[in-house]
């Protein structure tokens, strides 16, 4: 690896006691290595991919990836696709932590969407409220859901209303 005036000013700039690039512990990536893709830049002659690693000692590692292209004639999508897919490949995410789906709504059934897309549509909460009462309804009022309702325009009077709705089970 090579450093640069540049990767040393930097680091100096956003260090305490002037560290350079040789002051920081580093280790070479290896094959199979999974790393975390963090960004990207699309530059005038490359697009450099920013990884981490995972902890090796309770240390995080970093590169930047760089595809270096002729910049007088800048490959397409699908020819920098496949350089990039000639070194790196992407794993789906494991969801076999993730909670199950729930079940979907029968149809006719309220849920937070369409309260939301009433309030973005300017009703007036107490036709939401006579709607929320007048429905089968089937609202995930968990506090982080309610908030990000609140965020969002919902007033405390609907948000009452959603939490006093009985639920299907």
């Known amino acids: 690896m090579s450093k640069s005036f540049a990767q040393d000013m930097v680091i100096g700039l956003a260090s305490k006691n002037g560290a350079t690039v040789d002051s920081y512990p580093r280790r070479t990536f290896v ?13 005038k002659d490359g697009i450099v991919l920013l990884l981490y690693s995972d902890p090796y000692n309770d240390v995080r590692y970093y590169t930047l990836l760089k595809f270096p292209f002729d ?18 490949t992407v794993q789906p995410p494991d969801d076999s ?16 969407d369409d309260i939301l897309r009433m309030v973005k549509a300017g009703l007036d909460d107490s036709i939401i409220i006579a709607k929320i009462k007048t429905s089968k309804c089937q609202f995930d009022t968990s506090p982080d859901t309610l908030i990000t309702l609140k965020q969002n325009g919902v007033s405390s009077a ?9 639920n299907p089970q």
Do not use: C, Y
Request: glycine share 6%.
């Open 158 to 166: 609907v948000l009452r209303a959603m939490t006093e709705a009985p």
């Open 31 to 43: 094959a199979g290595e999974k790393a975390w893709f963090a960004g990207f830049n699309f530059q």
């Open 71 to 88: 910049k007088k004639s800048p490959p397409s999508a699908e020819e920098a696709q496949a350089k990039i897919a000639e070194v790196a």
């Open 97 to 112: 932590h993730a909670p199950a789906p729930a079940d979907p709504a029968p149809p006719g059934t309220l849920q937070n």
